[in-house]
């Protein structure tokens, strides 16, 4: 069959249509499929303080919270950066990469891992590219201390470890708990130490950190 001229010109505009709309599709982050754990994880990213909540009880120190969004085209959940840092401190006493993620069972897990060289990524929540040259292999899980979180009401969710599956030492503790809970406003974390016996021995004791959000990333 012989085309006319308009045709095959129809044709190729069709043609340059959907190889134009196959490439953009692919330069685009993955769309998330899985609603509740999108909005978890856009809650519990952005900037956070504890300043409120110091300045009520002064147990508990300003503590600033930074978590941005790294990896968006990996398809194994969502992975973020996150800095935790005393006011006034010089840097950040913990950094961490965690990753969200729905396991086997439909649990919306949260899993927390060291990375090499975090002191060369100090500040870089600001810039997440500069996460491209990490892997997920060059990562180390903290075994056993997979927070798991479940929406207890409409954009409330509630999580724990696991009753003394998260070893810790840190001032003679055998293990440690966190309990939390997340919200569009904020979110609180209780993370204690206790020894073999079940003895309290770090964290505070009067309840978690309250840490209200004061941007998103």
């Known amino acids: 069959m012989i085309r006319s001229p308009s045709q095959r010109q129809a044709g190729v505009g069709l043609t340059l249509f959907v190889t134009l709309l196959i490439a953009a ?37 300003v503590v600033e919270f930074r978590a941005v969004r790294i990896w968006p085209q990996r398809d194994e959940g969502y992975w973020v950066y996150t800095e935790q840092q005393i006011e006034g401190q010089d840097s950040p006493y913990r950094q961490r990469i965690q990753r969200y993620f729905r396991d086997a069972d439909g649990v919306i897990r949260l899993r927390v891992y060291t990375f090499p060289q975090a002191a060369e990524h100090v500040g870089d929540w600001q810039f997440p590219a500069r996460f491209d040259g990490l892997e997920p292999t060059m990562l180390s899980a903290e075994a056993g201390c997979d927070n798991l979180y479940r929406q207890v009401e409409p954009g409330v969710f509630a999580g724990s470890t696991i009753d003394e599956e998260c070893r810790n030492t840190w001032r003679g503790a055998a293990y440690m708990r966190s309990i939390s809970s997340v919200t569009a406003t904020g979110f609180t974390n209780w993370d204690r130490g206790f020894t073999a016996a079940g003895e309290h021995v770090w964290g505070p004791r009067g309840g978690g950190y309250e840490f209200t959000k004061l941007a998103d990333l």
């Open 25 to 61: 599709c692919a330069s685009q982050p993955p769309q998330p499929s899985d609603p509740e754990l999108a909005r978890i994880v856009g809650y519990h990213t952005g900037l956070f303080t504890s300043a409120p909540q110091a300045a009520r009880d002064s147990n508990y120190q």
